[in-house]
């Protein structure tokens, strides 16, 4: 199945039995652990995003804890009243989905940034835990005359290559495509946190045309208010979202050239979790 299956299927149906059978992963032995089913209330709706969106690295959830592949039990929500910028720098699960990823063209709400919040440990699990260790898992994607590292781990890079055959459909977009830079393994500016560039998920585009928080609000901090501004047509937008990317335009500190594959925020703003 397609990862724009898939969404298809998270977002707008309740009876793509196939996939929920793929994703159980209920261990015999213990009856405790809770497959991965869509209707299943009994899981936190984040954690049922995430079986749907990694189901070969999320493979069950039991008493607050995800069931990773490699045996690790992750904490699912570490109970700690957050602020913004301890959401953004120390990230449980739960915490990635504090925020609702609002598809309408209009300016996001105060601080829903939702998708800037990663759980860093869930990062460097699947993609892995240092430079090298993502760098050897990264593979070409042909984009238009470029040739960009993309991770092929969780169909990330088999759905950079669907938005590029999309896209052929739109020479008007053409201008936005340049990339401005996929894998990077980075800190963020300022912060102690990797940057999403980190994982090999994330590619930038069309940096000329595209609009930055800071750029219009330069010295602001991430709780004040911001003015709002976007250039990036919305069909380039919707085009990445039906393949699984969100983007930094929908964030209130906005980052419009900025596409990172996503798609349990997707999943967790659909109707059917
Ligand atoms: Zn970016």
């Not at 201008?175 to 401005?180: D, V």
């Not at 500016?189 to 990797?194: D, F, K, T, V, Y």
């Not at 047509?233 to 596409?259: A, C, N, Q």
Request: aromatic share 12%.
């Amino acid at each position: 199945m397609t990862l724009s299956a898939v969404l298809f299927c998270a977002l707008f149906a309740h009876c793509c039995t196939g996939r929920e059978q793929n994703a159980s992963k209920e261990k015999t032995e213990d009856n405790s652990v809770i497959s991965v089913n869509s209707s299943d209330t009994r899981i936190p709706p984040g954690a049922r995003a995430l079986m749907v969106a990694y189901p070969h690295f999320i493979m069950g959830y039991k008493n607050n804890t995800l069931l990773l592949a490699d045996g690790t039990e992750l904490l699912y929500d570490d109970g700690r009243e957050k602020s913004f910028e301890e959401k953004l720098n120390d990230a449980d699960p739960e915490d990635m989905f504090a925020y609702i990823y609002k598809r309408t063209g209009e300016q996001p709400d105060y601080l829903q940034d939702a998708g800037r919040c990663r759980c860093e440990k869930l990062f460097r699990i699947m993609y892995g835990d240092s430079e090298a260790a993502v760098r050897q898992k990264l593979v070409q994607v042909e984009w238009f005359r470029e040739k960009l590292l993309f991770t092929p781990i969780n169909g990330a890079a088999d759905s950079l290559r669907a938005v590029a055959q999309e896209l052929k459909d739109y020479p008007t977009l053409q201008p936005y495509l340049k990339s401005g830079g996929s894998f990077n393994w980075r800190k963020v500016r300022g912060a102690n946190r990797l940057s999403a560039h980190s994982y090999g998920m994330t590619i930038d585009i069309g940096v000329s045309q595209s609009d930055y928080w800071l750029w219009k609000n330069p010295g602001k901090r991430e709780t004040d208010k911001i003015e709002y501004a976007n250039r990036m047509p919305s069909e380039l937008v919707k085009i990445f979202e039906r393949h699984g990317f969100i983007w930094g335009g929908r964030w209130y500190h906005y980052d419009t050239m900025h596409f990172e594959f996503r798609p349990e925020i997707l999943i967790y703003n659909s109707t059917s979790l």
